[in-house]
């Protein structure tokens, strides 16, 4: 096995153990309507990301001839890859779940607020009866 190609993996596991993190974070900035954090930690999730991708990128660049992550990994004989591995995918589905989470709460919160402000806004037009007693548009 490439030594780097196993710095990367290790790096990429820390990359995503912080991801979910931030949005652990992100779940109770939502919760308490912390609106300034919310931003925050949405530039460091970006930024997460790009380190992610950057590091995807020379993972790949170094495992050129390999067919596949998956493969390389069952055909190394090194176990702490294989663990590794192991709890990347498990990471990515608790990442997957938070997200989603996330993503419910922040639509859940637009839907209440967008309801709110068209009952306090008034019509834009005015309604008129017509000739039948109903109100015109």
């Not at 859940?108 to 834009?124: A, D, E, S, W």
């Amino acid at each position: 096995m490439i030594p780097e190609v196993k710095i990367v993996i290790f790096e990429e596991k820390n990359v995503l153990k912080n991801m979910l993190d931030l949005l652990d974070n992100q779940y109770e900035f939502i919760i308490n309507k912390d609106l300034i954090k919310i931003d925050k930690i949405a530039k460091e999730l970006d930024e997460a990301a790009k380190k992610l991708a950057r590091l995807e990128i020379k993972r790949r660049n170094l495992m050129e001839s390999k067919p596949s992550v998956k493969q390389y990994i069952e055909d190394c004989n090194d176990e702490n890859i294989k663990q590794a591995y192991k709890e990347i995918k498990e990471i990515l589905n608790m990442i997957e779940l938070q997200k989603k989470a996330n993503e419910t709460l922040i639509k859940q919160r637009l839907f209440f607020t967008k309801k709110m402000i068209n009952c306090i806004k008034p019509g834009k037009s005015i309604g008129t009866y017509n000739a039948y007693g109903q109100v015109g548009k």
